[in-house]
């Protein structure tokens, strides 16, 4: 299972630290939400119900060049708030395939190649959009302003305690991944480092279930019955 | 710690009483085996016994969140059953900070249990401060979970305990992982709740803390029954009951260039020599 070439230890490795460093800087970093850009200094309420707005029209916009002036917005606008517009840009079509691809295969093969434009498009200015409201607002500060503006109490926790233990598992993830590299002495072969990945997949999945009893535990101790109190109610 | 938080507790009352009590997970893997055990407020007790000896599926059926597959447990002479009485009468500090640290930051985590009580807003404020003073994290309060240092955590995990003020206190292997003066910030504490009546039940493989928090032992086997329940001096003394149940070990050691055989604390570390 091992080989001599190098190439497949860089594989494995290459691709396991860039997936875990862009998902550090993509998700969890507050880098830019700490800087004073134009986004930075709005009030987090008020860039909310702008951001939704502009999200809800682009769903209905059906002329590209109106989709491609609002995308070239979003860009500005990253601009501004002293964003990277590289990073901004491989940020938002990361995760584009996840939501676009299946979708709009079969418009393409069905020979509406403007449909499958359109749809991509507006899927990434919507992407932009979102991506540049929760980068450029502080994590807490996103949570509060969801609060007013009438977010039940329930979705917010679950989506802070989502946000809490993803960061978790990815840093579980990272330290199993550099316990591996303290004992290689080889390269891995290609299907080997799969084969190592998709186990250790398998093992975050277990570990997730049996954390989330346990925290479901500790919340029951502390006298959770099924609903979220909110303050001072 | 702020004394006026915690007020005196009447003692002697029958707090627990265990008959029978068996655990399994999945009715196959036997987690304890038909335990009896009777316990008094304010008591203070380690449960002591090797991995996978059952010392945490007690402190969960203690704590009211797993209940027997056979036996019966009472709390104050009453059938334990889950509500929000129970709740606020028994806290439990679980082994692994992560899973009792699920809100955002370190004030929200304190105010978890505090909301889910319902009590009044100005009692909310006074705990949270006095439960953050008492554990020396008043600094950390925006602080998100994911920013703490694991004895950090801990502080916090005890402090959202603390600040529901409890009268049972269960403690899953409290001082693992904890540099020595966290180790020494909880044993005080521990000593603090203890002298206000507090019952404390400690899970612990440390047996170095054992005098300090505990006057009764409880040892497990890896049978997961009660193998012996007593004075911890006793216990303590019983060298080959300790090393039996893999609590010490003996390992060879080199003094002024002698080699000799003596048994050492389990799991690690310093041990005087004179």
């Known amino acids: ?233 | 710690m702020a004394d006026e938080t915690f007020g005196e507790v009447p003692q002697s009352e029958l707090l627990y009483e265990l008959k029978g009590v068996s655990y399994s997970y999945l009715d196959k893997f036997s987690a304890l085996n038909n335990v009896d055990v009777s316990i008094k407020t304010g008591e203070r007790i380690a449960l002591l016994g090797a991995n996978g000896s059952g010392k945490s599926t007690l402190l969960l059926m203690l704590a009211g969140l797993i209940f027997p597959s056979k036996g019966g447990i009472k709390f104050l002479g009453r059938d334990l059953t889950e509500g929000i009485f129970f709740r606020s009468k028994v806290g439990i500090v679980f082994q692994n900070p992560d899973i009792q640290l699920f809100n955002s930051n370190v004030a929200d985590e304190i105010l978890f249990g505090l909301l889910q009580l319902g009590l009044p807003e100005k009692d909310i404020r006074n705990r949270l401060e006095n439960s953050l003073s008492a554990m020396g994290i008043k600094h950390l309060r925006d602080r998100h979970p994911q920013y703490l240092s694991i004895g950090e955590k801990k502080r916090v995990a005890i402090a959202s305990v603390l600040a529901m003020e409890p009268d049972v206190f269960l403690l899953d292997e409290p001082t693992a992982g904890l540099d020595p003066r966290t180790t020494r910030h909880l044993i005080e504490t521990i000593s603090t709740l203890s002298e206000k009546g507090r019952t404390i039940i400690t899970a612990t493989q440390d047996i170095h803390i054992v005098p300090e928090i505990a006057d009764r032992a409880i040892i497990l086997s890896e049978d997961k029954i009660v193998i012996k329940d007593g004075d911890m001096r006793d216990i303590l003394r019983d060298k080959e009951l300790l090393e039996r149940h893999n609590l010490i070990h003996s390992h060879t050691h080199i003094h002024e260039g002698k080699s000799h055989l003596h048994p050492h604390e389990h799991p690690d570390h310093h041990h005087p020599h004179e």
């Open chain 1, 1 to 233: 299972m091992l080989s001599q070439d190098g190439w497949h230890k860089k594989f494995l490795e290459k691709s396991i630290t860039n997936a875990l460093n862009f998902f550090k800087e993509a998700v969890f970093s507050e880098e830019i939400a700490r800087k004073k850009g134009f986004l930075q200094l709005r009030d987090p309420r008020l860039k909310m119900i702008i951001f939704l707005a502009l999200i809800l029209t682009i769903c209905f916009v059906r002329n590209i060049s109106h989709l491609i002036i609002l995308y070239i917005t979003g860009i500005i606008l990253a601009a501004a708030s002293g964003i990277n517009i590289l990073f901004f840009i491989k940020r938002v079509w990361f995760f584009i395939p996840l939501f676009t691809l299946f979708i709009a295969i079969p418009a393409v093969f069905t020979q509406n190649i403007q449909a499958a434009i359109i749809f991509v498009l507006r899927v990434a200015t919507c992407v932009s959009f979102a991506v540049l409201m929760t980068i450029s607002t502080r994590h807490g500060e996103l949570f509060k302003s969801l609060k007013s503006l009438g977010v039940p109490n329930i979705f917010i926790q679950i989506l802070d305690m989502t946000y809490r233990y993803i960061f978790f598992f990815v840093k579980v993830f990272e330290e199993t991944h550099l316990g591996l590299k303290s004992r290689l002495i080889k390269n891995f072969e290609k299907k080997a480092a799969w084969r190592w990945i998709s186990s250790r997949i398998g093992h975050l999945f277990k570990r997730s279930m049996k954390m989330s009893e346990e925290v479901y535990m500790a919340m029951v101790a502390r006298g959770y019955t099924g609903e979220f109190k909110k303050h001072g109610g």
